[in-house]
């Protein structure tokens, strides 16, 4: 079917779509004729303006630029004129080569397009957002570039503020790649920073820094007018009224570059705030932009209950005025945002290893299922619920010879709460039996331990019923571990635990077919990690000598320190025997390039799907010459679906919004005609999919990554050929098409409409 266009208006696309063409269709096309001729056309009209409202956006987009360019030109001052008058007589090229002062290193081509398009920015006096995939090598882009402008005689200084993480890479890739540049990493406490100062920050051509010291001593660094801002992680600035936006902001600085693998995580406000950093005077009111391309107008006007001609305004005609608009609006937005982003997916400039990604299913356990009921309930004291539960176990793990009495000695105590509740004496008789049946010394000994683990329990938080969810999807044991250090871990852990009895089973099946290959285990909790830690380390199937499958890991959280940390990346990429790595997704995602590994366990998901996104790309990146599995636990029925749906639909707008734009710098890449082809069709499936309730996303991943397959299982049910077959890195496994599409996966839905409705409201804003 014909799209719109600047000739053609949404009128007229409907007339020619459904009006009479030719005496033979008649009858049919004349029915269709007669319900434009009824259609609402005030509705149609307001409809046309919203599409004639976005155009317009564009173009005044392109006369802000003018006039922002005509006005730095005025009130340049003279050392910032003469650095750009460097770059504007010299010798102009249709392409720059590599710099000289780049070595070590040869520069790939998406790479020499992605240090032109930076170049290009400067010459124009422009800024923006290097947004390429994970893994593309943003960093060496963004150094070939300060190689550049360093070899006509620019030499800053430049800033480079980045998370505290990957301020040791920057200086790595600097130091291997860029001897020429002279830096200093601006790090480390009060005293030493002021050190660092003493020397002078101006004697150096680059800055590396984090975003906390940045806050810290933004004193001292407004006081230096920068050549450049470079922003490592630049999504970090999504919230405009944040203190690291508006102090980075108000720094001396002639050009600014965000770098961001994830430019769009959650909605178009997020990704406004990056364009006002980048282009304060163009993109200045969110409203406005908002107003330029706002989706639920027009569906509320396509929807319009009161509308007069509802009868006539049929299903079909909703859906074609629908999805038409929806495209105007997106490729509108898309004309906007082309001359500041460039955007390039590992799939279209790099031949990677193919990647698998699996969602592995499994039910709750039945421990995990009594625990989830009480915590929806809110007239249950879950503490008290929690202690009767925990307490029988610990004595049973630890102390044996007592585990026959728990039972009794449990009446007793719950005769004795009653008591204190109802402040009166109850039958004193039954008492006096239940005692009579147990010991002095037998109570004093249950005493403290009931008491111990009562004390352990009280020390932990329980008001947030979403992180307790969460946690409880995870293990039951995140409240209390029932084993005492000199305790031997049963298989009851394992049993206890849905998402483990999945590890259990994956884990020894790709050991026994890969026995060199290196795993990395995500988590959203530290205590997550330290559960599996001791499962790895503890388990007679791990750490018996004579175990096929002897393990030592690796971990790290958000508390381990830099020694810690690069202790523990040093052990894991070099030592051959440490083939497990616990990561805190949010620690970890970050900055490390973790190749050596060729599977990667999502224990839970993220809140935000790009912080998952990006954990995968620590292995499936530059470097890596495997193919690599990915596999993603999650618990039937729970919290963690109406997370997996909201996740989903945020990477559909994430799809829409940037990977459809083009945004690559680059049309000799491709061709043109099937690209745009590609792109209607892709757009479509998008649009469909993002209305749709019960899909999971499987078009979603067929579109984000060719080579990725998306499979359900679920765990309790995998037989062995499932095992074999998930566990495969056998490249045929790769080149088929084993995609479930969201016809086929809605008949697979485990919670119905209403507890899903009922579980999101415990998600609140945090999935907003």
Not at 295 to 318: G, I, M, R, W, Y
């Amino acid at each position: 079917m014909e799209t719109l266009s600047e000739e053609k208006t949404l009128a007229e696309l409907l007339a020619k779509e459904y009006g009479p063409s030719n005496e033979a269709s008649g009858s049919e096309n004349g029915v269709k004729s007669e319900k434009i001729d009824k259609l609402d056309h005030n509705k149609l009209k307001k409809l046309q303006i919203l599409i004639d409202q976005s155009k317009a956006f564009s173009q005044i987009i392109s006369s802000s630029l003018v006039q922002q360019k005509t006005e730095e030109e005025k009130t340049d001052d003279d050392e910032h004129k003469a650095k750009r008058q460097k770059i504007e007589t010299s010798p102009k090229l249709d392409t720059y080569k590599q710099p000289k002062s780049l070595v070590n290193v040869t520069l790939k081509p998406h790479q020499i397009i992605g240090m032109n398009w930076l170049i290009s920015l400067y010459e124009n006096g422009l800024n923006g957002i290097l947004a390429d995939e994970m893994g593309l090598g943003k960093t060496v882009q963004t150094i070939s570039l300060l190689c550049f402008l360093l070899e006509q005689g620019i030499q800053g200084p430049f800033i480079i503020v980045a998370p505290l993480s990957v301020v040791s890479n920057w200086t790595l890739e600097l130091e291997t790649f860029a001897p020429s540049l002279t830096f200093l990493s601006y790090v480390g406490d009060k005293n030493h920073r002021a050190k660092l100062r003493r020397k002078s920050l101006r004697k150096f051509n680059v800055i590396v820094t984090s975003y906390e010291i940045s806050l810290i001593d933004f004193p001292y660094l407004k006081n230096i007018n920068w050549s450049y801002l470079v922003v490592d992680e630049g999504h970090r600035l999504k919230n405009a009224n944040c203190m690291l936006f508006t102090k980075l902001k108000s720094l001396h600085v002639s050009n600014r570059i965000l770098l961001t693998g994830t430019p769009l995580q959650n909605n178009l406000a997020e990704l406004w705030s990056l364009l006002n950093f980048i282009l304060p005077d163009v993109f200045h009111d969110f409203a406005t932009f908002q107003s330029y391309f706002n989706f639920s107008e027009f569906e509320s006007l396509v929807n319009d209950e009161n509308d007069a001609h509802t009868e006539t305004n049929s299903q079909e005609f909703k859906s074609l005025i629908s999805m038409e608009i929806r495209r105007a609006l997106v490729d509108n937005l898309h004309t906007i945002l082309k001359p500041f982003i460039l955007r390039r997916l590992k799939n279209d400039v790099l031949t990677l290893p193919p990647k698998r990604e699996y969602i592995i299913y499994s039910n709750l356990s039945p421990l995990q299922s009594f625990l989830y009921s009480q915590m929806l309930q809110p007239t249950v004291n879950f503490r008290s619920q929690l202690l009767k539960v925990t307490f029988p176990f610990y004595v049973k793990y630890n102390f044996p010879d007592l585990e026959k009495y728990t039972e009794q000695y449990l009446v007793l105590k719950e005769e004795e709460i009653n008591d204190e509740n109802n402040d009166e004496n109850n039958d004193e008789k039954t008492k006096e039996v239940t005692k009579s049946k147990l010991r002095k010394s037998i109570i004093w000994e249950l005493d403290e331990h009931y008491n111990f683990v009562k004390s352990q329990l009280k020390m932990k938080r329980l008001s947030n019923p979403l992180m307790q969810l969460r946690q409880l999807c995870d293990s039951p044991y995140h409240y209390f571990f029932p084993w005492n250090d000199d305790t031997k871990i049963t298989d009851e852990m394992i049993l206890n635990t849905s998402k483990l009895q999945s590890l259990d089973s994956i884990i020894p099946k790709l050991f026994e077919k890969y026995p060199n290959q290196k795993i990395l285990i995500f988590s959203q909790f530290k205590a997550t990690l330290e559960l599996l830690d001791t499962y790895f380390t503890e388990h007679p199937k791990f750490n018996n000598k004579n175990s096929v499958f002897p393990l030592k890991t690796c971990i790290l959280t958000g508390s381990s320190s830099k020694e810690e940390r690069d202790e523990a990346i040093n052990t894991f990429t070099t030592d051959p025997d440490h083939k497990i790595f616990l990561l805190s997704t949010r620690a970890a995602n970050l900055g490390l390039n973790l190749t050596s590994a060729t599977t990667v366990i999502l224990y839970d998901s993220d809140l935000n799907p790009m912080v998952d996104l990006q954990a995968i790309a620590r292995v499936h990146r530059i470097g890596q010459t495997n193919p690599c599995l990915v596999y993603r636990l999650a618990t039937k029925a729970t919290v963690e679906e109406a997370i997996w749906e909201r996740v989903v639909k945020k990477r559909v707008l994430e799809g829409i919004v940037i990977e459809l734009g083009d945004f690559d710098g680059s049309n000799s890449l491709k061709n043109v005609k099937s690209n745009k082809n590609k792109k209607e069709s892709v757009l479509d499936s998008l649009l469909n999919f993002y209305s749709s309730k019960t899909s999971y996303g499987s078009s979603l991943s067929k579109y984000n990554d060719p080579s990725l397959s998306l499979s359900l299982f679920d765990s309790n049910q995998l037989t062995e050929s499932e095992l074999e077959e998930i566990t495969s890195h056998d490249l045929q496994k790769y080149s088929e098409n084993h995609h479930i599409d969201g016809s086929e996966m809605a008949h697979l839905r485990l919670l119905s409409e209403s507890d899903l409705t009922s579980q999101t409201g415990l998600l609140g804003d945090a999935l907003m």
